[in-house]
């Protein structure tokens, strides 16, 4: 809840279907699944024997396709959708994906989840010799890297255009007569590989959205692949040489769907480990375990029976969006507060209550929700944290712009514990976050990316070295030793 | 979630405030905390120095009110609103509450939450003497009444009305010089008084609307009561001589939110009783209890700790609407259904789960839930019912209409259970539900109305005596000692 | 272009169709050529084999019927429509016509067409036994009237109604059986009949709506007369003894579409022959004539003709709509007058220039074209009005609400001219307008109401009595002998 | 009429202000008065201390911003727009211009009125070095072509581009320090220049987009001209050498507002000459003359004045928009059409009538309007054209797309008139366009583009030379000297 409504967005969420005639709406299907990952704009592209087509707008999916029309126009047996977080400033419809360039030599479609490290300095070399941008993402770079590259083939000119570009990307193109999937070398980002029952093949940020087209789940797209669909089947190719896993670890703790699986492990699963865990590391006598909706209610099932606590429902999100121009006065805007989260007061009222949330970003929320909890007559309340700190801003696809914004960059827990006015405040270990996804890879962390938790990153910063170096302290720079 | 995609509808809510400047945006913010009792149609009436402003219009409040301009408009420091679910068939405008009307001596608004027994008598009565309605509910009857009492006091023309019409309704109405909330001599539907810090008054359906106003909460208005508030404060008086409570048991089965509580009980903890006493009546052997979300998620965490087996999130719902018109074809149909609830393969599969649902309207929804499961590789799928079977219709306000629609009026528990391909399937008892709910009222079912499952109606049926006594068998009939 | 810019608004447009399968699409093309009588709601209600559906909204036909859906769902053989001017503060759908009324004997509708002058009084003693209003309009009387008489068939009991309202109206009415058109005694609104070439029969306002359906004209329903249309054809009875022609002149003037006939009479001609008599009447030494478009181009012609002047293009309209929220500051303000009108300086450059205009209401955008005009060039600016001067307020049905509005009732015509900054300005006389529409009926001013040029009522005035002798001056009093 | 009717379609309309503090209101006032040159899609770009931003989407310009929020976010002292004709397949809103470009040197907006002859070729080969284009329209070639120039400043590279493209096309270009207009060597499109009394520069296609801001007009920009404009003024250079005028003879015909003067000729008074040149050329005996309103009301005077003849308004145009879903039946569609157009029976009947009108493009709107005429009872009905016969196709920014679409590529003018039902057709000899246009230019047809009359192109073809030859007659090919 806290990385929800303080600002912790994803940034976007793939789909693409090859081989069904209801491609269009397959896709439309999928991107719903995924539209936690994105609710800021929302495109499909179609591949109708050879000739894409294309229709995108801003909002949600279902504000974008109000109109069975705009489906209906989109045919073909082929399609690959996007749903896109769009960051302050560029909200408007000429950054939403799928991209759909048209060359004399055919169409294409590019669609892209994550962030690049080197997008600036390729974007840049490339104006300076004659490149043309239509929007501020860095996207379209991987387009330009593909029609200037001099290899022969396709395939080849695109994989020289993924070993050009470094950070965080999961791909989607679509071709006239294939559909291509990419990931980075680090595997930043989930992408699954699925089949329907008439054989189509479906990709897919996450497992969920396989489910919701009955597709039945083949693989996981590995760091450095690329995975190339036609009407033959499907063929993977490792692009790149040097790869190591690091997922993104937010997936498990935030991002991702409860009934996802990621590399094979549950989601919903690995959090109530890590709320397991977290009662193990950080226990305290109390009455009651409560979950702030929805994202939190799996920490808070295994917090609760690891502590043999019972788990109440002592918060209540409203399922229902209120409109945020009802602008209230300074005096209503607290009420305003309560239009998305109520506290029960005929269960928290004399209790002591261990609150279990995802992730504090700025403290404000947390901070509220102690608030709203005491007002509704709670004793103690106790809040748990079931992830670590956040104090490094992610540069893969993580929408966590500044350090400056992260509570816990600049106080201690318990100065945050104060701020947020708790009776005691613990996290989540970084070793019991690894420990409870479990992925055992051999691989730093167990193959997830804890950069936002200790600022050990992964890839160099490209781009983003300067600023971060500039935002951390003597300290820090000291510890992390890849800066040394 | 049976209840929910089955067609189990509330048909509506009230709030009122009375001596707050910003009334109207409070009154949004009651609706918008009511929003669950009706989606259909939203309004609000306000009351600026004795002049009515209103505003009105289909859909969800944040669909009607898109502007904040709307809001703006209704000036005054008193307000009443409504939020409607329409039966089909009525969708217009219309229809939609609180009706404003205007006379020569004062403007009048008034709003409705329940179903009169009476009114279409009432209503040809009057429409052969010169009435003429502008809608097709029954709400105008009132007002009618009212206008062609003689009266001499507004007062003792409302009372006289409010003992004219018969059946299920909580009043609220709006004058130049005050507010009035009325309930039926059975207390239906809840209603319940509340104060703001300055002093100003709530009328509210729910006290979760209280609570988003920081309201704090007075008492709940009683059966045959009216309550009047004016600028003096409030006085509530007795209006009818036999009153004898019976609350809506689908309140605390389904319709309130959990944070409500209902005369002193708080609606989760009667859920989460009501899940515990199931697993005492109904145990069976299994791995993991799963809830339906969301409206199942108390009664699975009782039947999970009185079980003592773990309670797992085994289905998810999409938070996100999806668009109907996205019309599947046939094969596609099936996975529109996923669109709103899937089932956790990560979770459930190769396990025996037991599933707590609120109720079985229909059938379809359950047996899409256990197909769900199934696919998801679940080895055994028990349903648990956390309410006893729906077999009668409701007259008092829910929209159960046909007796011939509810699968357990003609099949028997076994039935329904190979209908919806369960390994087991089991309901909870009247007296179980009536001991967890435990208002403990000196009244035949502890003060509920549980007449939708065992046809004990507390009123005459009136307009509807006809027609229920053609629905029903006639071991139904004999057994039904008030029809004797 | 002054009426239209200066508020002079006609109420209403109807329009009825009975025996044809495509009622609804033919009202709503009707419709569609009525809609200069008003622009700020509209509604149908078709006839399904006695059962009324209804659908009306605000804003113009094509935003209101803005989805083919709503014309299909319209169903019926019968249908009849309204297009509304609504009077500022009463823009709620509410007041949209046609009214639906259900009763337990069967639906009916009603639209409108006037202004009733006993509407309050009639009201006001309804609604002291009992009557209940849903509008604001006084429409709604006619149908408590019905409802409450004590004649035996409908018919009796709407000759009854007819008898008791005074005032301007033309109604039209659907009933399971019939439809029905009725007009006030004196016909101070036009109302055709027509014929379908399937035989269906066509009610409207104007006959430019019998046109738009390839309806033939019939006859023109006079004053005083009631029409029943059902499946055996259509009867005509009177329904009232003492009948005399007074149509509203400003139809001629203004209001009607140029193509439109009335008793006969085509508008454009009539125009064309008060534009020649405005020549004869006040001539002028100038280099050409200048209509301003569209409603005075009719005017000019005629003037030009006579005259033996060229007639220029000399102001030209903008086709498209500007949006008025294009809030311009007090410079930019004057620019957006200038998107709705433009002079060409390529034809009044240094020329003398005699503009008609159909008529003068507060002289603000009189004032506007005769600077306009001086900007472009114009050496002399000559104006003149194709109508008498407007100084009296209008109780039938025309929105010219307060006589201290109309700047004739202040000031002299000199005294008009100086504030117009006009070299000269002319009226046409009330005998030019008389005999220039040429209805030569036996009845005051040859059966054309002229109250609005000189306070000559044709009625009493009912609710209005006393505030209009209140308006006028001592010397208007013992003028108008009515008051004598 | 006819050809707004029948699809000849301007391309687009242009705007731009340099040094006024509400540069971009000023732009829609502008682009308000340019609606009629395009109505699918409209856009701005405004300049604030050189940032550029941007809005732009499909439909008419109150459609486009029909918020104020969206003008108020343009800041900034100048600002470009655009209104555009979109063909048909292209209605996304990626093609809408501005185009809005953004480097690491600057951002840069871009709006195009015209087409080019070679934008196929250019696009093919920039494509195969790396360019990447994100609309169908050959617009983006220039910027394409300015940023792979090897020139050292901006306006040696935009010289450069300029003379690469070949064709018609007005340019508009915004950059953070200027705003650049280009007009093509042929001047096929006007440019006009003005100043405001603040002394800021106003650009635009038309000068009846001048007058609307109350700019005074400095000059027409001539045929290969450039006008450089920013904070120290303005200068104009000659980019081309080898110039020769050639505008649009449609512009005087149909497209430009009546109101407007291009090249120090009033339309107005232009098409009032072709009219009285008309009678002169094919005078008819008849009763009266009518206009098919309202482009071509000015030739109707033109030729009642020189004929004597009366100038009748026999038919009247609905000035509402109606829905083109509202889908008639085969029965109703001939209805449809009268919803556009009203013949007046009580002008026309039993009247021999000479109908003055624009053009004749496919025919099938000048059959219908005879339709009209006789069946309201027209004795005869004489067609008269005010330009010549349409007979090949545009390349210059006209949609004409296909030879095959016009009637006069095909048939004789006494087919066509057989065609269209008339007793007499005739149409406007060139020598008789070109004498009453009156440019007096020292060049072929006194400066006008006559091409879709006679075949004569005053440029070559480029993208279209292979298409245009094999779509005429063998007679043609001989007869047009260019081939040869």
Redesign the interface.
Known sequence: MSAELEGLHEECGIFGVWGHP?AA??T??GL??L??RG?EGAGIVSNDNGELH?YRGLG???QV????SQ?ERLKGNAAIGHVRYATSGSG???NIQP???????GDFALAHNGNLTNGRQL??VL??T?????S?SDT?VL??LI??SSKRTFIEQLKEALNTVHGGFAYMLMKNDCMIGALDPNGFRPLSLGQMTNGAYVLASET?AL????ARFIRDIQPGELIIINDDGYTIEKYADNTQKAICSMEFIYFA???S?IYG?????AR?RAGARLAQESPVEADMVIGVP?SS??AA?GYA?ASGL????GL?K??????T?????QE?R???V??KL??????VEGKRVIVIDDSIVRGTTSRRIVQLLK??GAAEVHMRIASPPLRYPCYYGIDISRTSELIAAHKSVQEICEFIGADSLAYLSIDGLVETVGLQEDAPYGGLCVAYFNGDYPTSLGDYEKEFLESITPEDKERLTRFA
Chains 1, 2, 3, 4 share one sequence.
Request: overall charge negative; hydrophobic content about 35%; some cysteine.
């Open positions: 209801d709406r397959l439309y299907f719903h699944a539209q936690h609710q294309g949600l999916l279902s396709f109000n109109d069975n489906i408007t419809v000429d991209f759909l360039f048209r060359f004399y030599d974007r840049r104006e300076e004659g490149g043309i941008y239509h501020n379209e387009m330009h029609r200037r969920c489910d919701i087209v009955s769907r409860p009934d699986n492990v549950n989601v919903h699963s109530k929805n209610l799996s099932a029976e019972p788990n109440e429902m209540v409203n399922q229902y969006v209120a409109r121009f009802i602008q209230p006065t209503l607290e009420q305003g309560r239009m109520s506290a029960v007061r005929g269960v007002e509704a």
